[in-house]
């Protein structure tokens, strides 16, 4: 059974900074592609980075030259590092993993397995 488990969300100024882990069990991180996804209130989801199986990265352009993608082979973990944080990356964050049918396409994966999700909240 697949589990994904999000973690370190939180409130911070204008300008501060997060860092999203999400801890995976049943499923390898380091062997499949992994994404992190966001919804803010009244909005969709959107995709914000991923990382490939073999490490090709991607990002959203609202997000590109501040958040950085990462994992752990050895913990087996997802990570989001969220640095100069604006009042419009305010979102409930989720952790996503892929599967081989049916899910959400961002980039080339297809994710079907999600994370409970966690809040980041930034205020001006």
């Known amino acids: 059974q697949v589990q994904l488990v999000e973690s370190g969300g939180g409130s911070v100024q204008a300008g501060g900074s997060l860092r999203l882990s999400c801890e995976a069990s049943?499923?390898?991180?380091?062997?499949?592609?992994m994404g992190w996804f966001r919804q803010a209130p009244g909005k969709e989801r959107e995709g914000v980075a991923r990382i490939h199986s073999f490490g090709g990265l991607t990002y959203a352009d609202s997000v590109k030259g501040r958040f950085t993608i990462s994992r752990d082979n050895a913990k087996n973990t997802l990570y989001l590092q969220m640095n100069s944080l604006k009042p419009d990356d305010t979102a409930m964050y989720y952790c996503?993993?892929?599967?081989?049918?049916?899910?959400?396409?961002?980039?080339?994966?297809?994710?079907?397995?999600w994370g409970q999700g966690t809040q980041a909240t930034v205020s001006s």
């Open positions: 996503a993993a892929a599967t081989a049918d049916g899910g959400t396409w961002y980039q080339d994966c297809r994710f079907g397995f």
């Open positions: 049943g499923y390898s991180v380091s062997k499949n592609c």
